[in-house]
T-cell receptor, first 111, second 113 residues
Framework: DAKTTQPPSMDCAEGRAANLPCNHS???????VYWYRQIHSQGPQYIIH???NNETNEMASLIITEDRKSSTLILPHATLRDTAVYYC????????????FGAGTRLTVKP | DAGVTQSPTHLIKTRGQQVTLRCSPK?????VSWYQQALGQGPQFIFQ???????QRGNFPDRFSGHQFPNYSSELNVNALLLGDSALYLC????????????FGQGTRLTVV
């Protein structure tokens, strides 16, 4: 699985959009981008995943660049409860291989 | 629909002892994976069970072993505990029908003293 690079930490004002970047320059054609988050000492929570098209669900939007070498997770209206560590993972879809977690980005939403 | 459940939530063990952690997968899921998360780090893959067999294994010593039961629930066993085994142990379940999307439990916090 491809390696990902994320900034170690970011701040965001409550009510504003949080844009979390992820670099995955060695991603393969059959690898999807997955985002999970982990609120303090809880289990990771699935947020969203995508291949090459932009994706949106009730939690967030995922923007993947045309060359697929990077992506951005967008939380449109961040709340204090969105404070967490966010993990970007690339993984072959429909292949039941393990999830390779990096250190993630610690997002702090401030009032 | 209950998600992934793990037990116990916390436990304290003494160095050299053995421990068993338990996981019940999300309804409809048949694959269980275990992860170890040390403080301040991302989860690290230990192993995965499918059809009651270990299918994949990460870089963990043989002191870490597991089992999957016919009802798809799973156990993680750690023998000869070391202080460095203190961590949050996470269980994740998945299924082919769900595109192998992994759902995690809340974890078991193991402290070795």
């Amino acid at each position: 699985d491809a390696k990902t690079t994320q900034p170690p930490s970011m701040d965001c004002a409550e009510g504003r959009a949080a844009n979390l970047p992820c670099n995955h320059s060695t991603i393969s054609g059959n690898e999807y981008v997955y985002w999970y988050r982990q609120i303090h000492s809880q289990g990771p929570q699935y947020i969203i995943h995508g291949l090459k098209n932009n994706e949106t669900n009730e939690m967030a939007s995922l923007i993947i660049t045309e060359d697929r070498k990077s992506s951005t997770l967008i939380l449109p209206h961040a709340t204090l409860r969105d404070t967490a560590v966010y993990y970007c993972i690339v993984r072959v879809y429909l292949l039941n291989n393990d999830m390779r977690f990096g250190a993630g980005t610690r997002l702090t939403v401030k009032p | 629909d209950a998600g992934v459940t793990q037990s116990p939530t916390h436990l304290i063990k003494t160095r050299g002892q053995q421990v068993t952690l338990r996981c019940s997968p999300k309804s409809g899921h048949d694959t269980v994976s275990w992860y170890q998360q040390a403080l301040g780090q991302g989860p690290q893959f230990i192993f995965q069970y499918y059809e009651e067999e270990e299918r994949q294994r990460g870089n963990f010593p043989d002191r870490f072993s597991g089992h999957q039961f016919p009802n798809y629930s799973s156990e993680l066993n750690v023998n000869a505990l070391l202080l460095g085994d203190s961590a949050l142990y996470l269980c994740a379940s998945s299924s082919p029908s769900g595109g192998f999307l992994a759902f995690f439990g809340q974890g078991t916090r193991l402290t070795v003293v």
